[in-house]
C-alpha cells in the first residue's frame, strides 16, 4: 500500500508560479513511476507530466516548458513546480504513483490562476 498526500495548490496570478508536493508514504521502494494530472469539471483528467525512478521526465504539451516534475527520495516526495501559470492551468491536480502492484492516487489540490 501506498498513501500520498498532495500540497501547495491555492490562487496565483496568470505568470505567477506555484509548487506542489506530493508525499509518498507506505511501501515506497515499489513505486517506479510517479504522476501528475489535473481535472476540470466536467472534463475527463488530463495527464500533466511523469518522473520514472531512474529520473527520466514526460510532460504533455500543454505544460512543457513551464512545469518541471521532480522528486526527493531522501523525503519520497515528488514536486510539480509551475511557472508562467495562466487561467487554463486552473483544475484539480492529483498525484499518482505507480507500483508492480497497482497504482495509487492522491487526495487532489486545487490550482487557481486568476487575476
Known amino acids: 500500500q501506498v498513501q500520498l498526500v498532495e500540497s501547495g495548490g491555492g490562487l496565483a496570478q496568470p505568470g505567477g508560479s506555484l509548487r506542489l508536493s506530493c508525499a509518498a508514504s507506505g511501501s515506497i521502494s515499489s513505486i517506479y513511476c510517479m504522476r501528475w494530472y489535473r481535472q476540470v469539471p466536467g472534463q475527463q483528467r488530463e495527464f500533466v507530466a511523469q518522473?520514472?525512478?531512474?529520473?527520466?521526465?514526460t510532460y504533455s504539451n500543454s505544460v512543457k516548458g513551464r512545469f518541471t516534475v521532480s522528486r526527493d527520495n531522501a523525503t519520497n516526495t515528488s514536486y510539480l513546480q509551475m511557472n508562467s501559470l495562466r487561467p487554463e492551468d486552473t483544475a484539480v491536480y492529483y498525484c499518482?504513483?505507480?507500483?508492480?502492484?497497482?497504482?495509487?492516487w492522491g487526495q487532489g489540490t486545487q490550482v487557481t490562476v486568476s487575476s
Open positions: 499518482r504513483a505507480l507500483t508492480m502492484r497497482g497504482d495509487y
Open positions: 518522473i520514472m525512478s531512474a529520473g527520466s521526465t
